[in-house]
């Protein structure tokens, strides 16, 4: 904010929120740089218990006691904002008998931060950390009317308890209420607010109070009269708004509740919570969003998205907006029109958190800095772990992204985006392959369908047709590279029907055709019966639609996988799957033609970095591959004849595993097989293995 102001170095500036000593004589006109912080308006739009915006008075305070150290210029500034002239005469002898220290905060309180929160208690602790901050720097003066302590500001018009994401409602055709006017009676409630915070006497705010209530409901019923404000939803919303009450506003507009229309900065961490969680038995927060005209709004997504939308939008032109959020976005498929709407926007500063950054986070996090202005597509980024100094952070740490799009956000270096777009224009997307990604089987009740192998042996004994429908599972965790570890265990595979191969339909497993397993299946009877998820009887599994393909040979492979060897992982791992092999829904299938040598690429140290720039990454280095990131990894097209040789080191792979001998220097060779499948050369090998990034 201040270098868009002043003419002052990056490092001069820099240096004002430091610990250390200056002089004002350090800064290039300083004056310039305390008008600057006279104007700022902060805005945190989820402010919880008011961290960031007591983190910017500390931060603003800081510099203001090296610009002025002796608050002369800015108690003036606070004075001349007063027109009311009994007001400005009580502030000027309270001013005048308070330390330097008190001047600064009332003035950045009462003139530059805001904070909105959707729970009061939030706001009324945001209130109260503020009166707090003033309290413990007032001057005391024994012989002074009440020690010389002063009613602290009103500040109703400073945080408010409101849905931050839910605007007026949109009645411009009934109406013609325009918070951008200026009229008369627009000025005059901006008045009453003035005087309203910094009023001590309680008679005359009871008096301002009935006031602002009033000429509120004036205004509304004056715009909306030709139609009737009873009738009119924004007219309503308006009249109903009470800021001195503790109750929670359903919208939120910052000109008609600060007197704010745009904000220099606005900051925070706004919550993480997918648009798909229930508010109650009804509806879901998708249904509250959904016709409020977010260009980001994905019902798929998280309401931190729309935060990001709903703050660039109430910044004022080159006005900053600088969040801490999840970082799926930058990869995440509903991110995708968060990725586009950044794009139009300025994106400055990323600061993608590596995973364990934060201990206590749930998730991996990052740090997006963004101007409202057109794109100069200069992005400094960078992909911050425990092994940086933010203290010595310097602008050679960050990489530009440039051309930023709709499609991923990944932080490399040039030399590593070089090989990406080598591998990609070698490569073609899996999904482009004769092959096909399924996730494993749902059952619904997993206790009853999933049987061990002495259950398994006991029921085929007792009716040796039971095997007819008794098949080999898998859960995730069975799923190694190269060869699953099978745990016998067993599914009552009792489909709801589907298409084979040759497209002839096969019906659902009537039960009454295996007796014994209907009478072992009678015992879960109750659980069976209430799923949601069940087929055409309680016995029956759910619908699948691609059952077959759990009967053919096929890649399988884990949901989520972890990059930690040290815990025993070996990452990624793909194996190899049996025909009528079934997996849970932890897992995944692959069916087509050329499997094995798509095996031998997937597990390859190649795609070991191709998955850290498709797939999200969780906390504590784990990866979720869903079918729409593994779909995206470009496998280079070979002819059958070559692919020969790696369908023959899978076979020995399998194998010596089944041997239990170790198969690493087979591995190996496969990784450099692939390296020159796509032409790498020796220095761009060491960068895809760590050795030289």
């Known amino acids: 904010y201040l270098k868009t102001k002043t003419n ?42 008011g961290a960031f915006p007591m983190g910017a008075l500390h931060k603003i305070n800081m510099a203001l006691q090296k610009l002025d150290p002796d608050a002369e210029i800015w108690k003036n500034k606070q004075l ?11 502030l000027k002898k309270k001013l005048n008998k308070s330390n330097a220290e008190y001047i600064r905060k009332l003035g950045i309180v009462k003139k530059s931060i805001y904070g909105i929160d959707i729970q009061p208690i939030a706001t009324e602790i945001s209130k109260l950390r503020c009166f707090l901050s003033l309290v413990v720097d007032e001057t005391i003066i024994d012989t002074e009317d009440n020690r010389n302590i002063y009613t602290l500001p009103n500040l109703e018009f400073k945080f408010v308890t409101a849905n931050t994401l839910i605007d007026l409602e949109n009645t411009e055709t009934q109406g013609t209420l325009d918070f951008g006017q200026t009229n008369d009676d627009l000025e005059n409630l901006q008045k009453i607010r003035d005087k309203y915070l910094n009023e001590s006497n309680n008679q005359k705010k009871s008096h301002l109070k009935e006031k602002f209530i009033e000429l509120q409901k004036q205004i509304a019923y004056k715009e909306f009269k030709s139609i009737g404000a009873g009738e009119n939803r924004k007219a309503q919303q308006i009249i109903g708004w009470n800021p001195f009450s503790h109750e929670k506003s359903e919208w939120f507009n910052p000109k008609w509740m600060f007197g704010v229309e745009k904000f220099d900065v606005v900051i925070g961490n706004p919550p993480y919570i997918q648009l798909q969680k229930a508010i109650n038995s009804e509806i879901k927060l998708a249904d509250l969003y959904k016709n409020q005209n977010y260009k980001t709004f994905e019902r798929t997504g998280d309401i931190y998205s729309l935060f ?29 029109s968060l990725r586009k709407y950044f794009a139009i926007k300025n994106p400055v500063k990323l600061i993608d958190m590596g995973p364990g950054v934060f201990n206590s986070a749930t998730v991996d996090t990052n740090i997006l800095l963004l101007q409202n202005t057109t794109n100069k597509n200069q992005l400094q980024a960078l992909t911050f772990t425990k092994q940086h100094n933010i203290e010595k952070l310097q602008n050679n740490d960050f990489i530009t992204l440039k051309n930023l799009s709709e499609e991923s956000w990944i932080v490399l270096s040039d030399a590593e985006f070089s090989i990406k777009q080598k591998i990609e224009k070698i490569g073609t997307p899996l999904k482009d392959w004769d092959i096909n990604i399924y996730r494993g089987i749902l059952t619904g009740y997993n206790e009853a369908f999933i049987i061990d192998g002495k259950t398994k042996d006991e029921l085929i004994a007792a009716d040796a047709k039971n095997a007819e429908i008794i098949k080999p599972i898998l859960r995730g965790r069975d799923i190694k590279r190269y060869k699953a570890e099978f745990a016998d265990l067993w599914l009552i595979a009792t489909h709801n029907g589907y298409k084979n191969e040759k497209g002839i339909k096969i019906p659902p497993i009537d039960i009454e055709n295996y007796p014994t397993i209907k009478e072992y299946l009678n015992q879960f009877y109750p659980q069976l019966d209430k799923r949601q998820d069940k087929g055409k009887t309680p016995y029956n599994l759910r619908n699948c639609a691609y059952h077959q393909e759990f009967e053919k040979e096929k890649i399988v492979y884990m949901e989520i996988q972890t990059d930690n060897k040290e815990d025993g992982y070996e990452f990624p791992s793909f194996a190899y799957g049996e025909k009528d092999t079934i997996v849970l829904n932890t897992a995944y299938i692959i069916t087509g033609s050329a499997y094995k040598y798509i095996l031998t690429v997937l597990n390859s140290k190649l795609v070991k970095k191709l998955v850290k720039h498709y797939v999200t990454q969780l906390q504590k280095r784990q990866f979720r591959m869903l079918s729409m990131y ?16 790696f369908e023959d080191k899978v076979e020995e792979i399998i194998r010596l595993k089944e041997l239990g001998e170790d198969t690493s220097q087979l591995e190996a060779e496969i990784d450099k097989m692939v390296y020159q499948l796509y032409g790498l050369t020796e220095e761009e090998i060491k960068i895809i293995e760590g050795k030289n990034v």
């Open 80 to 90: 001349d904002a007063i027109e009311d002239d009994l007001l400005k005469e009580d």
């Open 308 to 336: 990001y939308e709903k703050a660039a939008e109430i910044l004022a032109q080159n006005g900053l907006l600088c969040f801490i959020t999840s970082n799926k976005w930058m990869r995440a498929n509903y991110g995708k």
């Open 8 to 49: 002052n170095s990056e490092e001069s500036l820099h240096n004002l929120f430091k610990e250390n000593q200056l002089s004002v004589s350090d800064f290039e006109n300083p004056r310039k740089i305390i008008d600057a912080f006279d104007k700022i308006k902060i805005l945190d739009p989820a402010c919880g218990s």
């Open 630 to 645: 593994v779909e995206k990894f470009p496998i280079r097209a070979i002819s059958e004849s070559e692919q020969k040789p």
